[in-house]
């Protein structure tokens, strides 16, 4: 049987290495790089689906630990799943709940069967062990499924982060079992490792047989500095399968995602762009505005003069400054539309690079002109 699921590598930039694919999904065709919006619990934040679809998305993120919190698995198997519960008929990915244990569970209980933890809902003890993480994921009915592994801190030391990454093996090797022959759902497998070279090149080493259509780097952009980060991905990059995407989880600022392109990453998410958005903040090619600032108050010109998103083209910056400081809702509606847009556009834009052989001189004339506060160039 011929499975559903293909990635084909489309051009290799000379300059780079960073390439141009397509991910197909029995949902949809995803063009990689590519910007995964994310829709935590079953939607967007502030977004419908028909306006994710306008803004050019292929595939959306759903979380396994929420959904399992609420509305949960009696609801999830008797509506069909996510797809259509929310009435997304495009590519669906899910969290397996791994990294939402490490983050929101100040009481969690890591043990080789599973992790127990509070509910952040009404604190009462739930458990999740990788088979149970792929029941869940099962029915949400995702088209990618990730494996349930275990982050660990930024500070974490080398003992425990390698007893961390040896867990997360066999906890994969148990998701693989129990998925392996699911032609629906594909299974990505997850590089663990924290900050150590030795650990995330082991981790990489190990985890590629499990990959059949793709590969995810976690456990990065958790509070380490950027330099870190790209430290990490330079030392995994002769690892990685060739033939299949390369997913970074958790990163979603448009410098992080050329730096990412750049080496050799091929898929990003984030909660970024709505949640700095609903704050008042733009993500521009040129650096972040924080929109609510006082110095645009009379500003009529468009959040980021050039750009042809919904929000630019209909409203000013002193309009939605208004709305932002008011707390009207359509403020953060606006900046969330600009803020995806301008991921979409900036995947658009480096494909296009990778495309012509130049991603290298791309990524010169984009931090040319990027500020982490736009602010600061007067823009």
Not at 12 to 19: N, P, T
Not at 135 to 155: K, V
């Amino acid at each position: 049987m011929e499975s559903k699921f293909k990635y084909e590598i489309l051009h290799v930039c000379k300059q780079s290495g960073a390439r141009v694919g397509r991910l197909t999904t029995p949902h949809s065709v995803i063009e990689t790089p590519v910007f995964m919006p994310v829709g935590t619990a079953a939607t967007v934040k502030a977004l419908s689906p028909e306006e994710l679809k306008e803004l050019g998305a292929e595939i959306i993120l759903a979380n396994t630990y929420h959904l399992f919190l609420r509305p949960g698995m009696e609801v999830l198997k008797a509506v069909g799943g996510v797809h259509s519960f929310m009435n997304w008929d495009r590519s669906l990915l899910t969290d397996s709940g791994g990294f939402q244990v490490f983050s929101l569970s100040k009481t969690r209980k890591i043990t080789e069967e599973g992790v127990e933890f509070a509910s952040i809902i009404d604190g009462s003890r739930q458990f999740i062990s990788p088979e149970k993480s792929i029941e869940i994921q099962n029915a949400i009915g995702s088209d990618i499924m990730m494996a349930f592994d275990e982050c660990t801190p930024p500070d974490t030391t080398h003992e425990y982060a390698e007893r961390a990454m040896e867990r997360t093996l066999r906890w994969l090797d148990r998701c693989y079992q129990v998925s392996k022959d699911n032609p629906d759902q594909m299974l990505f497998p997850i590089i663990q490792g924290n900050m150590y070279k030795d650990l995330r090149i082991e981790s990489a080493k190990r985890t590629a047989p499990y990959a059949r259509c793709g590969i995810a780097i976690g456990g990065l952009s958790v509070g380490e500095p950027k330099p870190v980060m790209y430290e990490m991905l330079d030392a995994l990059r002769p690892y990685y399968p060739e033939n299949m995407p390369r997913y970074l989880m958790g990163v979603g600022s448009l410098d992080c995602l050329v730096e990412g392109v750049c080496r050799g990453i091929d898929m990003f998410d984030c909660v970024l762009p709505t949640r700095v958005a609903r704050n008042g903040t733009a993500m521009t090619l040129r650096g972040n505005l924080t929109i609510r600032n006082a110095r645009y108050k009379t500003d009529l010109r468009p959040v980021e003069e050039g750009c042809d998103c919904y929000c630019c083209k209909n409203y000013s910056r002193a309009y939605i400054r208004h709305l932002i400081n008011t707390e009207e809702i359509f403020g953060g509606r606006l900046l969330s539309i600009h803020n995806i847009h301008a991921l979409m556009r900036l995947t658009r834009l480096m494909r296009e690079a990778i495309m012509q052989d130049r991603l290298l001189d791309f990524r010169e004339e984009f931090f040319q002109n990027w500020k982490d506060k736009a602010e600061e160039d007067g823009n």
